[in-house]
């Protein structure tokens, strides 16, 4: 297996592979050979290692012939190290593991050989074995968290099942790879199968298990026309399926994608250690040359002196921190991926641990963005005129006010009306021509700029204003609902610290009253235009600020914040991009659960650094003043890496 970190030769595979899921599977299957290789390898050489023992306490050989006995093993497991230590001698990067590892054994080879010595030969191949077995270990860790964070997340489709109707109408099945698939195809998907590809039902209803994308253990019922996600695992009915995006853009590919990238974005911690790495281990180097050198100057036996500087250079590998520091964040980000939290990086994990402000936006994430029509208040013409005006103005709108009018009118896209010139105004609304009349429909920030004499009402909810050639024609009133665990979520902050909870929206005093009220935000801001929210934003910044947004007209504000927090609508495209953090299931209270998540990987990270830096530098210590032994220095080195990696995979469970 070949490993390569920017320090020691032991690079985290997921920083590299990947870019293809063929190659994945290549990559894989290609690893389980070299493992088991390996492990055959290590029998072999243990088995040989115990001969050479006892044919060195049987026989009196001389030390060469001795050397000669134990080369056997010391070659067999040791060969690579080796070939690998060259390698880096000629290319002028010298301080790599394996050279670490190759100039101790081959000391420890000659020590024997030096007049009054003990010979150390066992020694030499016993640290060559050990070596190796930790990296057989950290290869299967690795693999294994690699593999769990794929497997915990469970939403890979292995193929789809292709439905075309042949010359006769009958109809076919065929199965296919998911990326053999394309836009437009019908595919079918039946009980306990997994949704292999995005589309729209056209035929049948079920009800899907969407745990491995959100979490959330209740299954979502589903009937014709509403949208399937890929990953979700179809529970009761034979659906039929229209997919609307091919396989490299699904929302399978691209959650599997933001994991497996997230590596690329290193925290604070890892880059700490590669600096570190860097500087500590030539010191290391230089400290064994010196220990070696100078207590024999001063007259110390050369022989004893020796072989505590080679005890040196085998602690000073400093594996346990390069694998297990980016290990203990992958398997962070893979734990939250599990409970639907999408983590792009690392670094952002940091960020969350010291998030001390949360910024909400109010539609769509802390209210579920599904607005009712509760009132119709039309000045010159009727209730009916007036919802057809304003379904036709929101025809192509986006925006759950959008949503919520055009269900009031229901007809609107059978009658023939056309809609032209449609502008639509960020925190306002829309003006679009309807017939040969324009129509703005929006808040009284948009009547005020076309000159329109709007008057208030006396309902509560959001007001819609509507205006007909810049005159005046009435308003719609709609309510929103707040979700369920809104609450929670901001006492759940509040528990973990978050003193400043805000909340910004484009909305009326009164409703934004009525929600910060009923959830116990610390405060808020009403009627904001998207830029205003920005300067809010920027004017709360400094003491880690994370923004709570549903990626609808708030993106240039999740991009300003020091974290951006997506309400990901099972897979909204606008928002999976422009955060830094995607709830699947628009939970707000999942944000708490983000943060604590963070924290406690940071903390597995830290004990990880203090635990390596901890042991090594004891038995440096121990090794100096020629109380630790080889084999010590073995385990300190192997049996760290073993304990790091243990203690981050941790990070992996809830
Ligand atoms: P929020 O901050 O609550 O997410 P927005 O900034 O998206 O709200 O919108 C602010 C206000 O602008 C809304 O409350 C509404 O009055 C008006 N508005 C925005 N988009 C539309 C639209 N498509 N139709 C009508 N009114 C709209
Ligand atoms: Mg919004």
């Not at 994945?24 to 493992?35: A, I, R, V």
């Not at 088995?47 to 306490?57: M, N, P």
């Not at 641990?353 to 579920?368: E, I, N, S």
Request: charged residues 20%.
């Amino acid at each position: 297996m070949e490993k390569n970190c920017d320090y020691c030769g032991v690079h985290a595979h997921h920083d590299e592979h990947h870019e293809h899921e063929h190659h994945h599977e290549h990559e894989h299957h290609h690893e389980e050979h070299n493992t088991r290789e390996q492990l055959r390898l290590i029998i072999i050489t243990a088995v040989l290692l115990v001969g050479a023992v006892i044919v060195e306490h049987q026989m009196a050989l001389p030390t060469w012939q001795l050397l000669l006995v134990y080369l056997i093993p010391y070659l067999i497991i040791g060969h690579d190290t080796l070939k690998e230590a060259a390698e880096g001698l000629l290319e002028g990067e010298p301080f790599n593991e394996h050279f670490l590892m190759s100039i101790a054994t081959i000391g420890a080879l000659c020590i024997g050989f030096l007049p009054g010595a003990e010979t150390q030969f066992p020694e030499a191949v016993f640290v060559m074995l050990f070596f190796q077995v930790g990296e057989l270990f950290e290869g299967y860790a690795e693999g294994k968290s690699r593999d769990s964070i794929a497997h915990l997340m469970e939403i890979k489709p292995d193929y789809a099942t292709l439905w075309s109707k042949d010359e006769g109408g009958r109809s076919k099945e065929m199965t296919v790879a998911p990326d053999e698939v394309k836009v437009g195809d019908t595919i079918i998907i039946k009980p306990g199968e997994r949704v292999p590809l995005d589309g729209v039902i056209i035929d049948g209803a079920s009800a899907l298990n969407t745990v491995a994308l959100t979490g959330e253990s209740l299954p979502r019922d589903v009937a014709e026309d509403d949208e399937v996600i890929s990953g979700c695992v179809n529970l009761s009915g034979v659906l039929r399926v229209r997919v609307t995006k091919p396989y490299g853009e699904s929302t399978v590919s691209k959650i599997i994608k933001l994991v497996e990238d997230a590596g690329e974005h290193k925290s604070q911690s890892e880059t700490f250690i590669t600096r570190f790495a860097r500087i500590y281990t030539p010191i290391v180097v230089f400290a064994a040359i010196a220990l070696a050198v100078v207590p024999t100057l001063l007259g110390g036996a050369f022989s004893t002196w020796l072989y505590r500087a080679l005890m040196f250079l085998v602690v000073s590998c400093p594996c346990a921190l390069v694998i297990s520091v980016p290990l203990t964040f992958f398997g962070g980000i893979g734990g939250a991926s599990r409970r639907g939290i999408l983590i792009k990086g690392a670094n952002y994990m940091d960020v969350l641990a010291k998030v001390r402000t949360v910024v909400f936006d109010k539609t769509g994430t802390l209210t579920h963005g599904k607005f009712a029509v509760t009132a119709v208040h039309p000045d010159a013409i009727d209730d009916h005129q007036l919802l057809h005006l304003a379904a036709h103005v929101e025809h192509f709108s986006t925006h759950p006010i959008g949503a919520a009018l055009r269900d009031a009118f229901p007809d609107e896209a059978t009658d023939g009306c056309e809609v032209s010139d449609v502008r639509e105004m960020a925190g306002q609304g829309i003006i679009a021509k309807v017939g040969d009349r324009e129509v703005a429909v929006g808040n009284t920030k948009l009547m005020d700029a076309i000159g329109a004499k709007w008057h208030d009402c006396h309902h509560t909810g959001t007001i819609i204003h509507v205006a007909i050639n810049g005159t005046y024609a009435g308003h719609i009133v709609i309510n929103d609902q707040i979700k369920a665990d809104s609450a929670e979520a901001i006492a759940a902050l509040h528990a973990l610290g978050v003193n400043r909870t805000v909340m910004l929206t484009g909305d009326r005093q009164e409703v934004a009253d009525n929600v910060a009220k009923q959830l116990g935000l610390t405060e808020y801001h009403a009627e904001l235009m998207p830029a205003d929210k920005v300067a809010h934003v920027e004017q709360l910044m400094g003491d880690g600020l994370a923004f709570v947004g549903d990626g609808i007209n708030d993106a240039p504000v999740l991009a300003r914040a020091d974290i951006g927090i997506a309400m990901g609508g099972l897979g909204s495209d606008a928002a999976i991009e422009a955060a830094d953090v995607v709830l699947m299931d628009d939970k707000p209270s999942k944000i708490a659960t983000a943060i604590r998540i963070a924290r406690r990987t940071l903390a597995i990270a830290r004990q990880n650094v203090w635990l390596a830096i901890g042991i090594k530098l004891a038995v440096l210590v121990l090794a100096a003043f020629g109380v630790a032994t080889m084999w010590m220095a073995v385990f300190a080195d192997v049996g760290v890496t073993v304990l790091a990696v243990l203690n981050a995979m941790r990070t992996l469970r809830a």
